[in-house]
């Protein structure tokens, strides 16, 4: 958002009125000891001279309002002559000439909100340039009301805003409009989000990070420092320049549009970073070719990218480190559950990157393949290589493994609305799908349509769907009883199947595509997912958008319309051959990599989703399919 003509209100002490001046920077006054929040708003490598700082938190009116305007009216006392307020009441504090900024007690935010800085505009040595904008991410709000106790230090630098719009994206409309529905899930998904900065860059410095901070010993999680310095050089490149009369802010605007091409332009370069992070594979050639001959921001990437994804990638976390890691799995606090096959384990990792207390989790565990969670925050583990299930709590301790009902083979898992589990069998014939009611007991139900079963996923109406890999067809399992095969519409050798919230199914196809199907078992189309690729797993966001895994390593996101969003060539984050995905609260895509045994998370690539997937679903059948699956939190 871009603010102009703004007055700030002059206060000298030795005066009882007011006059009103122009946005003229002066000198503040020294920082007193207590500070709670101050810092320096560099545009590349030089200090911005009268910029607007705001202090905002997430704002909690919906998906798309305002965020919240922490700062007061105690700026006018705290820094006389050097604040000012906008058109929309809301209060800022003015960089001086080495481009500092100090806040005391002017403001309070609510415990555990995320908040987060704003500077618009100022002067880098250019002229004044109302395009500026810079963000840094501070996170959760204090117990205190206040970051008095922590008194950070702050660079709010181009590195500070893509960390900040990334981790954001999946809340943020702009830079002023970074807001989510008012639940718990949502509120979760937030504090998660800006957290998540935090392993992108360090707040102190503005520098890109190599490792994230929870990285310790074999546990690394790298981070793509030279991707983050790409694109805080493309920012620099408008930010360093005279503004919107530059070829660098035109051609920066009309390339980072609220959909990539299209849509909302964007007024400052931190809407423009937020942009960016919606759409990573939109015109990377115009913007990677904004970067100046000498950028500021060295260790940046030497050619031009295939995207603008920013993943993380997890190695180690166990005793024998990510092993064939083969399914994933979030629960409702963000924390990622992945099964190792060759392991023999499950490891947690939290939404901020660190293995879990006690993680891995072995109790029980032979040849474990696929892993759902419960609405309760239970994982269920299929061991495919012991006929049995077994049960973790949230805490990852052993809570019962179940035999019976015909489990051969377990390898596909999903939990109703009910927390009863449906496992396909893979091992046959003849071939079974299993329940496992959560109160105990096992069914098997044979189906003369399954056939090599693999994936499966629940409705809205607690139907069963299942995907047969040795059949090219998919079932449908009411209750106990199947319904005809499905077959046609390009289903071919399908492995993964997914339900929308409008209860159509997806499924991927080994062989190359992504079917739908409406909830009465009507074709609605057959998406080609790139060239000579092998689609393995596939995920539904808040949005509707379908994200699906191949064996080539490569990650591709299609609209709920079938239309590709993610490039002919798919997203480059993963290293090879890549396995389950899953979509957490905060946006963030989770990827294995099962030949390299490791893990990727795609910062913010995504919409928030509810989380688990069973919390979409209603303990009372819809009717008709639809449910909260692939809705925001």
């Not at 705290?78 to 003015?94: E, F």
């Not at 500021?296 to 990437?301: E, G, M, R, V």
Request: charged content about 5%; overall charge negative; some cysteine.
């Amino acid at each position: 958002m871009r603010f102009t003509n703004v007055l700030i209100l002059c206060l000298p002490l030795v005066l009882t009125g007011c006059s009103l001046n122009s946005t003229t920077a002066t000198t503040p006054e020294t920082s007193a000891s207590g500070t709670a929040i101050h810092g320096i708003v560099h545009g590349g490598q030089q200090p911005i001279v009268g910029g607007h700082v705001y202090l905002y938190a997430a704002g909690t009116g919906g998906y798309g309002t305002a965020s919240t305007s922490l700062l007061t009216s105690s700026v006018a006392t705290n820094n006389p002559g050097y604040y000012g307020q906008d058109g929309s009441g809301n209060y800022y504090v003015v960089t001086n000439s080495s481009g500092s900024f100090s806040i005391s007690s002017d403001y309070s935010c609510t415990s555990g909100a995320g908040v987060y800085l704003y500077s618009v505009g100022g002067d880098s040595g250019g002229g004044a340039n109302s395009e500026i904008g810079l963000m840094a991410a501070l996170g959760d709000c204090p117990g205190a009301g206040n970051f008095a106790s922590a008194t950070p230090f702050v660079m709010v630098n181009e590195v500070s805003t893509i960390a900040a719009a990334y981790a954001m994206a999946g809340f943020a409309t702009d830079a002023t409009d970074v807001s989510s529905s008012g639940t718990t899930l949502a509120q979760t998904g937030v504090r998660n989000a800006l957290a998540n900065a935090a392993n992108l860059a360090s707040i102190s410095t503005g520098q890109a990070l190599a490792t994230t901070p929870a990285s310790s010993g074999s546990n690394i999680g790298t981070v793509p420092q030279a991707t983050i310095n790409t694109l805080a050089n493309i920012l620099a490149a408008c930010i360093n320049s005279s503004g919107s009369s530059s070829t660098q802010c035109s051609t920066l605007f009309s390339n980072a549009k609220s959909a990539g091409s299209t849509g909302t332009t964007a007024t400052d370069t931190a809407t423009a970073a937020i942009n960016m992070a919606h759409n990573p594979g939109a015109n990377i050639h115009a913007l990677y070719t904004l970067i100046a001959a000498s950028p500021p921001f060295t260790s940046a990437l030497g050619s031009q990218p295939n995207d603008f994804t920013i993943a993380l990638n997890f190695t180690g976390y166990g005793l024998t480190g990510l092993s064939y890691p083969q399914a994933i799995a979030i629960d409702a606090s963000g924390n990622a559950w992945v099964a190792n096959y060759l392991g023999e384990s499950v490891t947690k990792i939290t939404s901020a990157g660190a293995g879990a207390t006690g993680s891995p989790f072995t109790n029980g565990l032979i040849g474990p393949s696929a892993i759902a969670i419960d609405s309760t925050g239970k994982a269920w583990v299929a061991n495919m290589d012991d006929v049995s299930v077994t049960k973790l709590n949230s805490a990852g301790a052993f809570s019962g493994n179940y035999s019976g009902g015909q489990l051969n083979g377990p390898d596909g898992i999903a939990i109703d609305g009910t927390n009863n589990a449906w496992i396909a069998n893979y091992d046959g014939p003849p071939y079974y799908m299993t329940k496992l009611p959560s109160t105990g007991g096992a069914t098997g139900y044979a189906g003369s349509s399954l056939n090599s079963p693999e994936g499966v996923a629940v409705d809205g109406n607690n139907i069963a769907w299942v995907a047969n890999n040795g059949g090219n067809n998919i079932s449908k399992l009411n209750g106990g009883v199947f319904n005809n095969a499905i077959t046609g519409n390009g289903l071919n050798e399908p492995f993964g199947i997914a339900i929308d919230h409008s209860g159509n199914v997806w499924v991927a196809n080994n062989t190359g595509s992504i079917s739908k199907f409406s909830n009465n078992g009507s074709g609605l189309g057959s998406y080609i997912v790139g060239s000579n690729n092998t689609p393995y797993g596939i995920a539904i966001d808040g949005s509707g958008n379908v994200w699906v895994t191949t064996g080539g390593g490569d990650v591709y996101e299609f609209n709920s319309s079938g239309t590709v969003l993610s490039g002919a060539n798919g997203y480059k984050g993963v290293t090879d051959s890549s396995g389950s995905i899953a979509i957490d609260g905060s946006g963030n895509v989770w990827v294995t990599n099962i030949e390299t045994d490791n893990l990727n998370e795609f910062i913010g690539a995504a919409t928030p989703v509810i989380t688990p997937i069973a919390a979409g679903l209603p303990t009372t059948p819809s009717g008709n399919g639809t449910s909260n699956l692939g809705t925001r939190p």
